[in-house]
């Protein structure tokens, strides 16, 4: 039978429990309620683990006092639940982190975020219910080395995904293109319309989807056309007949760049003419013509209008584009 004075105790503790519960509730509420920063937010973390551990033991408290003569619990029970206490606070705390560093808004954040909350969700908690199995004097060696075979197995047998997904953390930390750059990868050349963690979509100039895997990407060399700036150089050998006036191709060659430039948007202003004689050819004199394209999405209409403006000026002008030629000479 309960004593008076028993239970007369058990609800004293039980309203000093209460009565810390809402201490804290208001302490939250005024203090960090709006407050932002480190300190604030591992507050916050810590909050709902700090009242599951004074309501369980405030109710342990008084159900002990009440009825002292039923209850009896070993120490590492206790020890138990403050473990998976602790790691349910260290996993708030982490992940607090974790979106701290990794902002949702980010676009290089934006898909390794989950991952790696997944990933620490995963690791946390494998290791508080190890601790806790430990603590119980349950032997766990067994588990370990299950668990160490099934990893190898599981491995082994994943490789080559594992290897795609780890090439997607690269990608997405290292941060080679973005979603719309226009790139050179793998012998493919063409526009990247998805990143993801196993693979990289990319649309090819004729409208061909290649599906590359991230491990192969991460170990070729990418070209990226879009980065730093949009405008790209385009050179080109032109060969005209060595009776040409050098002086007078040189000028033709930037007369034509200068007219495509004013018929199409497709060249940049950003990128200087320059026309260089290079070399003498088996049957023409070789210069180089350089230019900008506006960016590499019409680089091709940047060189058919100037290729265009380039034959039309050198016929008004009397300048030949010669055809392969030998001199031959026969001795009597």
């Known amino acids: 039978m309960l004593n008076p ?132 004097k349950v032997d766990i060696t067994p588990l370990l080395a299950s668990a160490g075979v099934v990893g190898i197995a599981a491995a082994l047998a994943a490789q080559d995904f594992l290897g795609n997904i780890f090439g997607g953390i690269v990608l997405y930390t290292d941060g080679p293109f973005t979603e719309g750059d226009w790139v050179y990868l793998s012998s493919t050349y063409g526009r990247v319309l998805h990143v993801g963690l196993r693979s990289t979509r990319i649309m090819t100039e004729d409208s061909q989807m290649m599906i590359i895997p991230n491990s192969m990407i991460s170990n070729n060399i990418i070209m990226n056309y879009s980065k730093p700036a949009e405008a790209l150089l385009i050179r080109e050998n032109v060969g005209v007949a060595y009776n040409s006036d050098v002086m007078l191709v040189k000028q033709s060659l930037r007369d034509a760049v200068a007219s495509a430039a004013e018929k199409s948007s497709a060249l940049s202003a950003e990128i200087e003419t320059e026309v260089d004689f290079m070399e003498f050819g088996d049957s023409a004199l070789i210069f180089e013509l350089t230019f900008g394209a506006a960016s590499t999405r019409v680089r091709r209409d940047a060189a058919d209008a100037v290729n265009t403006e380039v034959i039309r000026i050198f016929r008004e002008r009397g300048i030949e584009i010669p055809f392969p030629q030998r001199v031959l000479t026969i001795q009597k």
């Not at 639940?81 to 949702?104: F, K």
């Not at 898909?111 to 690791?123: C, H």
């Open 5 to 136: 004075e028993t239970v007369f105790h058990s609800f004293i503790i039980l309203a000093v429990g209460l009565l810390v519960i809402l201490v804290l509730y208001a302490a939250k509420r005024i203090l960090f309620s709006k407050t932002k920063g480190l300190i604030p937010a591992v507050v916050k973390a810590l909050y709902a683990p700090l009242l599951v551990c004074i309501g369980l033991a405030t109710a342990y408290a008084v159900a002990s006092t009440a009825f002292s003569e039923y209850i009896s619990i070993e120490d590492m029970y206790f020890a138990a639940v403050a473990i998976l206490l602790g790691t349910w606070a260290a996993y708030r705390i982490v992940i607090y982190l974790i979106n701290r560093a990794m902002p949702a808004g980010k676009e290089s954040t934006r898909k390794i975020a989950p991952v790696t909350r997944f990933a620490a969700q995963i690791l946390i908690w494998a290791i508080g219910i190890f601790m806790i199995l430990a603590t119980l």
